[in-house]
């Protein structure tokens, strides 16, 4: 009778120790995965979520303030419908976002991997390409190549893609280094493993949560840089729209429809406080130093 209840019990305890961990979360570290999580889903839902086409214009009702009847933020200089360019905006956004973190991340991360398999010339190289690469002026850099090349998603995702990725490199070649020190690596290559078997396997696992941590921080960066890139105008192009582009084409009517350019700014602020906030919860709970 008690080993068939005790599944059932476990079972029902799942919840229960769910419910107790999710109280030990702060506030507002809860209300950053909330304002995350709707975030995420504007995005994957954002042609459903769209009362109107972003490009649709009705001149009748420019600078219609917010709750107008069938805008519920507005319109924007051309009678275009604010909430409907704000849901496509999040989704170009977070994709810039989402896919520079990634890019950045693998980037550093294998870099600074092959700096502590091979070290000497090899990890010298890696380590003056770092400290070349914090010494740039990225944002600078950034909008030569975009004035040079023109702007277009694949290349703005790309070229963000290299922000931050010194920092990868460099987490990633002192926990490499420091876990080749121990015994788990070494016993795992005298067992014949091979070096991409050993970081894949054994050295990557070990060093993810510092990593991911660091996605957290690089991420919201990354946000403000797209932003102010789309601000300059030589981020995302028309007809497409981001929330950067929203706030550059809205500062021209702060005075007379302010609404155009806060939606868009509140989303920026909130998302990239909400990323911050879950990040510094994460380093507490992952890091080992901290606890």
Do not use: C
Request: hydrophobic content about 55%; glycine content about 8%.
């Amino acid at each position: 009778m008690t080993l068939a209840t005790a599944p059932e019990t476990a079972a029902a305890s799942r919840p229960a120790a769910l419910l107790r961990r999710f109280r030990t979360i702060p506030g507002a570290v809860f209300f950053g995965m909330a304002w995350l999580a709707l975030m995420v889903l504007i995005a994957i839902f954002a042609d459903v979520l769209r009362p109107y086409d972003i490009t649709r214009m009705d001149l009748m009702a420019r600078l219609s303030p917010p709750g107008t009847s069938g805008h519920w933020l507005g319109t924007d200089e051309l009678g275009r419908d604010v909430l409907s360019r704000l849901i496509q905006s999040v989704r170009v956004s977070l994709v810039i976002a989402f896919g520079a973190t990634i890019i950045s991340a693998v980037f550093g991360t294998t870099l600074g991997f092959l700096a502590a398999q091979f070290r000497g010339a090899v990890e010298h190289f890696v380590v003056m390409l770092a400290d070349f690469q914090a010494a740039l002026p990225f944002l600078i850099m950034s909008l030569a190549v975009l004035a040079f090349f023109g702007s277009s998603m694949m290349l703005l995702v790309g070229l963000m893609g290299f922000y931050g990725w010194e920092r990868y490199a460099r987490i990633a070649r002192g926990l490499a280094i420091s876990a080749g020190a121990q015994g788990y690596a070494a016993a795992v290559v005298q067992l014949g493993a091979t070096p991409r078997r050993v970081y894949l396997k054994h050295i990557l696992p070990n060093v993810a949560s510092t990593l991911i941590v660091s996605m957290t921080l690089t991420f919201p960066e990354i946000i403000l840089m797209e932003s102010g890139l789309s601000f300059l105008g030589l981020g995302v192009q028309p007809p497409d729209t981001s929330l950067g582009n929203m706030v550059g084409f809205g500062r021209e009517y702060l005075t007379t429809a302010p609404w155009i350019m806060l939606a868009p700014a509140a989303v920026i602020m909130l998302t990239t406080l909400s990323i911050s906030l879950v990040g510094d919860w994460l380093r507490d709970k992952l890091d080992p130093t901290i606890r």
